[in-house]
């Protein structure tokens, strides 16, 4: 045991202040951990403390992290990324399936437009071959009237000058779905040119079986899946809106076609300036003839409507109305939804 003598204050006795002083600084040099002091009969008295001792602060607050704490450090930020990634991506898509809804009630606007303007809705394409589309007739109802006024509308899609170069530049940005991630024409014929295609496709109506009438739905016959009569685009002939006897708000105008490989199959891409062949095929419409989402690709006027948004596809119906149509839809219901005048009851909501 330390002991330390007292110093003598006036009269030989000592001063309990000065001696409480001297504890107190005695105190400041043995870590508490270690030692501990009492003051007993005027000494001072120091022991080591009992147990185990107490890691210095200045130990505990430079202290770095173990490898094992680092690695749970890890493992949680993985957990955390891993629980809102599919949060994001999921926001995400539900911002793109927006944008595209916006992209098809324009082009509802747009057909309208036209409609105001010249009583009745455009055509199909310009009765040449390979003419121009119905795309390039409302682009002046899509403030693009400095391009449209630049078309040749007595040449085709890709007549030089002008029509070619207009088709291999963007095409407004509602001809384009954002989750769509094929943009060009994918034809051997058009890929060396750059050309840009479009998402969007208007609808010739539906082929084949009508179920609810136990009829089939009119159609000029042709190679590459023929013409339907039904929808509101057929080849060289405008419709008016009187023709629309299921009613507007029940009568698909514009399809979305803008998935992309899958399943072994691709999508046929064509320029979106390019309409269509008498008794050939049409690349700016196509018949209601296969289920959506359906990857169909082997008649080219019955490719399969289909997007990459989860669980269906955008249309836009002749009111100007848009609605997302889920691939579960019964497939009756979807070609009396694409006819005009089928005097089907049985449409999708």
Known sequence: ?????SFPAEGGLAQPGFVLGIAGGLRNCF???VRSTAVSGGRIHTQP?????RASVKLSADRGFTLI????????IGVLVGLLLPAVQQAREAARRSSCSNNLKQIGLALHGYNDANKELPLSSVELQDGLSWQVFILPFMEEDARFQRFDFNGNFRSDPPNKGLTATRPPNPLLCPSGTDILSNHSSELSDGYYTTHYLGSMGPTGQNVEAGT???????SNGGFGRQGIFFWAKS???REVTD????????????WTARNGKSPQRRAWTRGGRAGYWMASCKNFQQPI???YTAQFNDHSMGSDHPGGAQFGFVDGSVRLLVDTIEFGVYKATASMNGGETNVAE
């Open 1 to 5: 045991m330390l002991s330390t003598k």
């Open 31 to 33: 870590p508490p951990a």
């Open 49 to 53: 403390t009992r147990g185990r001792p």
């Open 69 to 76: 704490e680092l690695l749970v450090v890890i493992a949680i």
């Open 216 to 222: 089939t739905y009119s159609e000029q016959s042709t």
């Open 239 to 241: 419709r008016k809106f």
């Open 247 to 258: 009613g507007l708000s029940n009568t698909i105008a514009i399809g979305e076609n803008s």
């Open 293 to 295: 989402n359906s990857d």
